[in-house]
């Protein structure tokens, strides 16, 4: 022991501070969580990440080299995606969820006004090669993921062009296709070859990519419209859905006359009202059920109403009436809606006597698609529909996986490249012999659990579209590009769920001053050796980015 | 210069020349003048000190000890009533060992209430570990500050110079004030050992749990052993400085060949010198033991000077209540165990309450302790007006 | 005295001067109160603290958790020491120097109050802040004078039933330049007034919300959030009063009823008797209607 200072008046800068910590019952751990945003996004995107080095470094290439670590496409998604990382999005608990998807948009414009480049992630290239069939969105995510991975891959296109439904499927106005089309030439450029007008199957065959290649991926996606069924379908401009717009997405643009009625309730029929409109017609849609039971996204449905399109619900068709092999009408019936059915959906049931004639000089039958198996048939398949896969995205052949439409039935770009990614993963599991796979992620952190107190009430961003009388002149975007600021400003609400934004109150709560900012890092740590364990800083954070465990 | 001045102004115009930086008082008779003296000369600006008028002596005692621990020589005077308030600072003073000098102006303590002269009130913190010296007259009163500043400021001790009030605050006397350069020479400026300052940053005033406080107060009674010779020393170099004898452990008066010695302490000194000297005349002899240094107790001095005294009276104007005289306890105290044998240790209680103590009193306390040993008497008693019960 | 510009004064400060080690209760609001003090004072300030808590926990020997000069002598008398402090650094010319005092209730309004007011009468340079956590603390939860109508403390078992001393207006009555309110919860704006009281010469009192875990009865992490609730029934008003004028006040735009504030700590359970609220609870509302009168939250 010390010798006793006169007057015992003590140097402070001789104390040896008495370690607090062994008090501790419970001791305060920083963990990050999943923002329910990522968790309900098909891709898994770092949504926080971008969002957040938006709203506190204002920089853009940041932001994209984030969001494209898992999603190629942020212009595109950021224009067609329904966006359920918005109903994730916690905010919506304390005032209105984040424009995330205009946000994304924000970004992939960006990157592509300024000719961003992906960044490889493996620069030595391997020597395994995989072989991807189809370059819709599932096909070139897992090539994009592949190639990052420094795998050689090959896509095999049967169309003459890539791009597959986002080409094909969805028309202009939602996706111009100029930005589609440098968003897949950003992706090629990391070497990844292209080869179209290819059909696997019947060009090639799948068991001589297998013996090529050391995996196969299948993103064959749904582009057949399936058979209705009703009488008088063979007259002339009878479509089906996925037809009328591949044939639109080629250039080739039907006579559609005055009137056209659409059948069906999902995107695809969304997106042929809207394509039809723009033609010059008055559009009807008929849906047996109502809008409650519509599988399209609210977005589609709501534009499609602004653009006067007719919406009648409880009908389905029963008949084409032609005249001289021309359609002149559709005979519907009126549907009354009874019990739920096997999918869920309140079951319809004709009504008799209920019949009445649409004139029409177009039908468009958009009630549903499915795989084109040409050549592949000796696949596994659920429902005998969709390709079936385990939870490797394996098919039942060796070393050929799936994913995408063909696997999920119809689902969103969003949900394909989601499975691209996965199924890129899990190939490169495969092939390295990993057993398990590295996707566990942390748990998902809920508003409730957050301080809202150090949040503060913002509007939302809105975007605006062009009027109702401008779109219809043309197939251009209705949504005129936003302006950088205003995607900063909306970047700026992202609560952050789960992973710190240097708010300091932990920092500047502790009444032990056992937070430390370290300099180096610019991390918060605690000081284990003077934590208390009191909580404040668990109860004052606002993003539930501590908890407290007990000590041991 | 010689001066024919009030006690109290003897006592201020020096400590004003100890060039204090911080002077905090509350006044109370009968230490009013020296406060009053000291508001006049820093108003006039003849004195370069912050003088604080606080709102009681508590404070008062508290502003010295917050500008002692900051670095400054600081001064404050009180009394009876006063000193008592500030009990507990007091011995916070000690224990943080602040060289804070403080005139206590002796006054008798209530109830009842009496502004006149005693020393019960010093004797309240005889125990607080503070230095306490006893002025005879005016002069000693004034020598004894200088030297004050200069002992605390050496032993890290506070010290309280008592000077017996009226009978010395109140009195006019020729004292001989020393000049400025005089007391520069002999009293540096305060170099204190530890202070508050955010340049060496100090902690003062922490607490002590049962492994340290002991220690801590073993060593502030050791500092106070120690400072006898501190307080020796600066007397002699009093002495030699300024050309006259003043303040030290004890005085003597004609002890060598006196049969009887009266132990007292204070201006009652001069009386008893005088009665001395009457009493030579008539063929007693009677000496006299002056003890200056009350705190710390000069037990070894005490000693060697009435080791062959065979009968002692203790006169003093204080009194433990339940128990009997102070200072004759503290005398009775210095003789070694077994060595008392034969000796007499009178105990006389005199004064209290500015009674006034006269020659011919003292000749009749005399008359009888040289009869018979006295335990305990109180001098001049009027019995008369003393009820039956409560004798 | 402080040279402050705004982004001084708006900066937040974090610099251990009131370091780790101390013993002070996990949660206790004085702790995290001194911690900000001490860090917006700065180095250059000599902190004088009165016994209570504070002193307790901060100050044992041979390690206290001060990193600043640090004085203490009695409870009653820190205001005395403070003055002295700054007499001796104005008669030895040295300085500029903050000096702060501290105490808790009792050596604010009640046994220390004689030594405030002389200080605030004669005009010293010195901050003192107060830790009011509404009970003398350290001696285990007795009454002061600073307890509210209807708390539970040891010695008011049944309720306590004088209300809460108004210091922080009779500290502004002695015609001090600076007097200021402030909780816990807001740290940036506790740490101003510090600031800005250090850049005013004269006395100035800040008087501190700082809710005591163990004595209130709530958990250990809920200091900063029943602040709040002091803050929004009304129960707490938060003010400056500069050269007289109260200004700054922190208006109330969702005010709370006491109730939520009440049932959140065990010192008001016996308002609460089969869970319903007693007359008392009643009476507490009129006190914060009230201050929300008088201050116009």
């Known amino acids: 022991m010390e010798k006793l200072p006169l007057g015992l008046a003590l140097d402070l800068r001789k104390v040896v501070p008495y370690k607090t910590g062994s008090w501790r019952t419970m001791k305060p751990l920083y963990i990050m969580q999943t923002p329910p945003c990522t968790h309900s996004c098909p891709i898994n995107n770092d949504i926080r990440g971008f969002l957040r080095v938006l709203a506190d470094k204002q920089d853009y290439e940041e932001a994209w080299h984030i969001l494209t670590r898992t999603n190629p496409f942020p212009a595109t998604c950021g224009r067609v995606c329904p966006h359920p990382c918005e109903d994730g999005c916690n905010r919506r608990d304390y005032d209105t969820p984040l424009a995330i998807n205009s946000s994304e948009r924000g970004v992939g414009d960006y990157g592509l006004e300024h000719s961003l480049e992906h960044r490889k992630e493996v620069l030595t290239p391997r020597k395994e090669k995989v072989a991807v069939v189809g370059s819709g969105p599932a096909g070139l995510a897992c090539a994009f993921h592949l190639a990052k991975r420094g795998f050689g891959v090959k896509v095999f296109e049967a169309a003459r062009e890539p791009g597959g439904m986002m080409r094909y499927g969805i028309p202009a106005y939602r996706l111009p296709k100029d930005i589609m089309n440098r968003e897949i030439e950003a992706i090629l450029r990391l070497g990844v070859e292209l080869e179209c007008s290819v059909k696997v199957g019947v060009n090639i065959a799948l068991d001589q990519l297998r013996q090529d290649y050391q995996a196969v991926f299948l993103g064959l996606g749904a582009q057949m419209g399936a058979a209705v069924n009703i009488p008088g379908e063979e007259a002339k401009n009878v479509f089906t859905g996925v037809g009328f717009l591949k044939d639109i997405n080629s250039g080739k643009i039907p006579e559609v006359g005055r009137n056209v009625v659409v059948v069906g309730g999902g995107n695809t029929a969304m997106d042929c009202a809207r394509v039809a409109k723009r033609l010059g017609a008055d559009v009807s849609i008929v849906y047996r059920r109502t809008r409650v039971e519509m599988p399209a996204i609210t977005a589609e449905i709501e534009e499609a109403m602004e653009e006067r399109i007719m919406f009648r619900y409880h009908t389905n068709p029963v008949k084409i009436i032609s005249d001289e092999d021309r359609v002149v009408g559709l005979l519907c019936v009126q549907m009354e809606l009874k019990e739920a059915d096997a999918s869920g959906r309140a079951r319809p049931l004709p009504i008799p006597g209920s019949e009445s004639v649409l004139p029409a000089d177009t039908v468009i039958m958009a009630t549903g698609q499915e795989v084109d198996y040409d050549g592949l048939d000796n696949i596994g398949k659920r429902d005998n529909k969709w390709i079936s896969t385990d939870e490797y995205l394996m098919t039942s052949l060796a070393r050929v996986f799936a994913g995408g439409d063909a696997v999920l039935g119809q689902e969103t770009v969003s949900a394909a490249i989601g499975q691209g990614l996965r199924a890129a993963a899990a190939i490169e599991d495969y092939l390295e012999g990993n057993v398990e796979s590295s996707l566990a992620s942390p748990p998902v952190v809920y508003f409730k659990d957050m301080n809202s107190y150090y949040y503060t009430r913002k509007k939302r961003f809105s975007k605006e579209a062009i009027p109702v009388h401008e779109r219809l002149k043309s197939f251009n975007e209705i949504y005129p590009a936003f302006a950088p600021g205003e995607i900063i400003d909306e970047a700026g609400r992202c609560l952050s769920c789960g992973l710190c934004f240097n708010c300091r109150n932990c920092l500047m709560y502790c009444p032990d001053n056992a937070v430390n900012l370290h300099p180096a890092t610019g991390k918060y740590e605690f000081d284990y050796d003077f934590c208390k364990g009191c909580g404040l800083c668990v109860k004052e954070c606002p993003c539930h980015y501590i908890q407290l465990t007990l000590e041991k | 210069?010689?001066?024919?001045?009030?006690?109290?102004?003897?006592?201020?115009?020096?400590?004003?020349?100890?060039?204090?930086?911080?002077?905090?008082?509350?006044?109370?008779?009968?230490?009013?003048?020296?406060?009053?003296?000291?508001?006049?000369?820093?108003?006039?600006?003849?004195?370069?000190?912050?003088?604080?008028?606080?709102?009681?002596?508590?404070?008062?005692?508290?502003?010295?000890?917050?500008?002692?621990?900051?670095?400054?020589?600081?001064?404050?005077?009180?009394?009876?009533?006063?000193?008592?308030?500030?009990?507990?600072?007091?011995?916070?003073?000690?224990?943080?060992?602040?060289?804070?000098?403080?005139?206590?102006?002796?006054?008798?303590?209530?109830?009842?209430?009496?502004?006149?002269?005693?020393?019960?009130?010093?004797?309240?913190?005889?125990?607080?570990?503070?230095?306490?010296?006893?002025?005879?007259?005016?002069?000693?009163?004034?020598?004894?500050?200088?030297?004050?500043?200069?002992?605390?400021?050496?032993?890290?001790?506070?010290?309280?110079?008592?000077?017996?009030?009226?009978?010395?605050?109140?009195?006019?006397?020729?004292?001989?004030?020393?000049?400025?350069?005089?007391?520069?020479?002999?009293?540096?400026?305060?170099?204190?050992?530890?202070?508050?300052?955010?340049?060496?940053?100090?902690?003062?005033?922490?607490?002590?749990?049962?492994?340290?406080?002991?220690?801590?107060?073993?060593?502030?009674?050791?500092?106070?052993?120690?400072?006898?010779?501190?307080?020796?020393?600066?007397?002699?170099?009093?002495?030699?400085?300024?050309?006259?004898?003043?303040?030290?452990?004890?005085?003597?008066?004609?002890?060598?060949?006196?049969?009887?010695?009266?132990?007292?302490?204070?201006?009652?000194?001069?009386?008893?010198?005088?009665?001395?000297?009457?009493?030579?005349?008539?063929?007693k002899n009677v000496g006299l033991l002056q003890i200056c240094s009350f705190r710390p107790f000069p037990k070894q001095e005490v000693y060697r000077a009435l080791k062959t005294k065979m009968n002692i009276v203790v006169l003093e104007k204080s009194v433990s209540l339940g128990r009997g005289g102070i200072l004759a306890s503290d005398i009775r105290w210095s003789f070694p165990r077994g060595e008392q044998k034969g000796r007499i240790i009178s105990s006389y209680i005199a004064g209290l309450g500015g009674r006034n103590i006269s020659t011919e009193s003292l000749r009749e306390m005399v008359a009888r302790v040289e009869k018979e040993p006295v335990e305990l008497a109180f001098l001049g008693l009027n019995q008369e007006i003393i009820a039956e019960r409560d004798l | 005295m402080m040279e402050t510009t705004a982004e001084d004064l708006n900066r937040v400060e974090k610099k251990n001067l009131f370091a780790s080690g101390h013993r002070a209760c996990g949660g206790c609001g004085q702790a995290l109160a001194a911690r900000l003090v001490a860090d917006a004072a700065g180095e250059n300030t000599i902190a004088c603290v009165a016994t209570g808590c504070l002193e307790i926990f901060s100050s044992p020997y041979p390690d206290p958790s001060w990193r600043i000069p640090f004085l203490h002598s009695l409870f009653e008398n820190v205001s005395a020491v403070a003055s002295g402090v700054e007499a001796a650094y104005k008669a030895l010319k040295k300085g500029p120097v903050n000096i702060i005092a501290q105490g808790g209730d009792g050596s604010t309004a009640d046994i220390g109050f004689q030594s405030i007011s002389g200080m605030f009468e004669r005009g010293h340079n010195v901050l003192y802040v107060c830790y009011d956590n509404e009970a003398y603390m350290n001696t285990g939860v007795q009454r002061s004078s600073f307890t509210p109508y209807g708390a539970k403390t040891t010695t008011t078992p049944m309720g306590n039933r004088t209300r809460k001393k108004n210091l922080p207006i009779l500290a502004a009555d002695h015609g001090i330049p600076y007097v200021a309110t402030a909780t816990v919860d807001d740290y940036r704006d506790l740490q101003r007034k510090v600031k800005t009281a250090l850049s005013i010469l004269g006395p100035k009192y800040l008087h501190i919300l700082a809710p005591c875990p163990l004595g209130w009865g709530h958990a250990g992490d809920l200091t900063v959030h029943i602040c709040r609730l002091a803050k929004a029934t009304g129960l707490f008003p938060v003010f400056e009063i500069v050269n007289g004028k109260v200004t700054n006040v922190l208006k109330i735009p969702n005010k709370k009823p006491v109730e939520e504030y009440l049932r959140l700590q065990g010192r008001y359970r016996h308002l609460f008797q089969k869970g319903e609220p007693s007359g008392m609870v009643a009476e507490i509302q009129e006190i914060a209607n009230q201050n929300i009168e008088r201050f116009n939250l």
């Open chain 2, 1 to 283: 210069m010689l001066k024919y001045l009030e006690g109290s102004h003897a006592v201020s115009q020096v400590v004003a020349m100890c060039r204090p930086n911080v002077i905090s008082a509350y006044p109370i008779t009968p230490q009013t003048h020296i406060v009053e003296d000291l508001a006049r000369l820093v108003g006039e600006g003849q004195l370069d000190a912050e003088f604080i008028n606080v709102e009681s002596e508590f404070s008062a005692a508290s502003v010295v000890l917050g500008a002692a621990a900051a670095g400054a020589r600081a001064y404050t005077t009180t009394t009876s009533q006063g000193l008592l308030l500030m009990n507990e600072v007091i011995y916070c003073i000690a224990g943080m060992r602040l060289p804070i000098v403080l005139t206590c102006a002796n006054r008798a303590i209530s109830a009842p209430l009496n502004i006149w002269n005693d020393q019960q009130d010093s004797m309240t913190v005889r125990d607080a570990g503070w230095i306490q010296l006893h002025a005879e007259d005016n002069q000693e009163a004034a020598d004894l500050h200088i030297q004050a500043f200069k002992i605390a400021e050496q032993t890290s001790l506070p010290i309280m110079v008592c000077m017996d009030g009226f009978i010395l605050t109140h009195a006019f006397e020729p004292v001989d004030i020393p000049e400025q350069k005089e007391v520069d020479a002999f009293l540096p400026s305060f170099k204190p050992q530890h202070i508050v300052d955010p340049r060496w940053p100090r902690a003062l005033g922490l607490y002590a749990d049962p492994r340290f406080y002991m220690e801590v107060r073993y060593i502030l009674h050791r500092a106070l052993e120690k400072s006898e010779n501190v307080i020796r020393q600066v007397s002699a170099d009093f002495a030699q400085a300024f050309g006259r004898e003043s303040g030290g452990l004890i005085k003597t008066y004609k002890l060598e060949d006196a049969d009887l010695v009266i132990v007292t302490m204070g201006s009652v000194a001069g009386t008893v010198k005088d009665l001395i000297d009457e009493l030579e005349r008539e063929g």
